[in-house]
């Protein structure tokens, strides 16, 4: 269970059925511009049952110190985002605590780390915080998750 940006619980079962990318965010990392490259995946996959994720978490650097208003407004503001921005999270607590456990196991490194999840729930692929949104290797996974 997780918590939308609106602070309702949605369990992310309700994403069944799509392919999604979960990606921990932060508004001042050096990563931060990664958010233009995923929302160009947002316009380019969205209508074929794709979205990005995106859960800011201040664990690495301090780098997410803002409300999840002032979050929003940033990434609405500054990268034209309009995919789903949840609740401030831990990198120990929901969704992450889960996918950790996915192959390749291990913790999270930092921020801007991707998840890609596929239409029945199971984590795919996982891509460390330097791999860019546009980057054919990304691009090509979530090809092959959508044509599944």
């Not at 939308?4 to 931060?32: E, Y």
């Not at 074929?48 to 110190?65: K, M, R, T, Y």
């Not at 991707?114 to 691009?139: H, N, Q, W, Y």
Request: charged letters at 15%; one cysteine or more.
């Amino acid at each position: 269970m997780v918590t939308t940006a609106s602070g309702t619980p949605q369990n992310l079962g309700d994403w069944a059925g799509k392919v999604v990318l979960i990606v921990n965010v932060a508004s001042r990392c050096g990563f931060t511009r990664q958010y233009a490259g995923l929302q160009a995946l947002q316009e380019a996959y969205g209508s074929q049952g794709f979205s990005v994720l995106a859960f800011p978490c201040n664990d690495f650097g301090a780098q997410e110190p803002g409300s999840v208003e002032e979050i929003q407004q940033f990434c609405s503001t500054t990268y034209g985002v309009n995919f789903p921005i949840y609740a401030k999270v831990a990198i120990s607590a929901a969704p992450f605590d889960t996918l950790v456990q996915s192959e390749p196991a291990g913790p999270v490194g930092w921020n801007f780390e991707k998840f890609l999840v596929s239409k029945d729930g199971t984590v795919i692929a996982r891509f460390k915080s330097g791999v860019e949104p546009e980057s054919a290797e990304l691009k090509s996974a979530i090809e092959a998750a959508l044509a599944a």
